[in-house]
């Protein structure tokens, strides 16, 4: 197995999903390699998707981190340190979109760890199947899943009386 080929082929969608579980640049950072460590010791039995192993781990990997630390991922407080990637706003644009992304984060920061997986893998471009091994169902549940969540993000926002058009 060609662990430079994989880190190359992945790592920038595996920091970027980490990212957006987490809030947390250093976080992200940090399961990332420890997710490649975990590659190099403790390779996966089959290769035909170690994207979805690599991811899985991933989030694994941030889990027991979260546990270690006994605090929330995505905690208001951290979600802050989130860096914007688009091109330069005018002012104005920028504070609106601003409170948007804050907007989403907080609502998304709600969601089961199980339900943030599912929607941050399918915003990653995996497949279903992709997305169920990792989170350990079948792939025929993932559309369900995934509606229900977006469901449950609607009904957040509803709540929330904020809007994001």
């Known amino acids: ?15 970027r999903y980490l990212l957006r579980y987490t809030g947390d640049p250093d976080a992200a950072a940090d399961a990332a390699q420890e997710t490649y460590l975990t590659l190099i010791e403790r390779p996966p039995e089959r290769d035909d998707n170690v994207r979805a192993w690599l991811f899985s781990v991933a989030t694994n990997v941030v889990r027991q981190n979260r546990r270690k630390r006994h605090e929330a991922a995505l905690a208001p407080d951290e979600v802050e340190k989130i860096p914007a990637r688009d091109p330069a706003l005018d002012p104005l644009a920028a504070v609106e979109l601003d409170e948007k992304r804050k907007t989403v984060r907080r609502l998304v920061a709600k969601l089961s760890s199980k339900e943030r997986t599912i929607l941050l893998m399918r915003e990653e471009g995996f497949t279903h199947r992709e997305i169920a091994e990792t989170v350990g169902t079948t792939a025929k549940s993932i559309g369900t899943m995934i509606d229900r969540a977006l469901q449950k993000l609607a009904r957040y926002l509803e709540e929330s009386g904020e809007e994001l058009a």
């Open 1 to 15: 197995m060609d662990v430079e080929a994989l880190f190359n082929r992945h790592q920038a969608a595996l920091v």
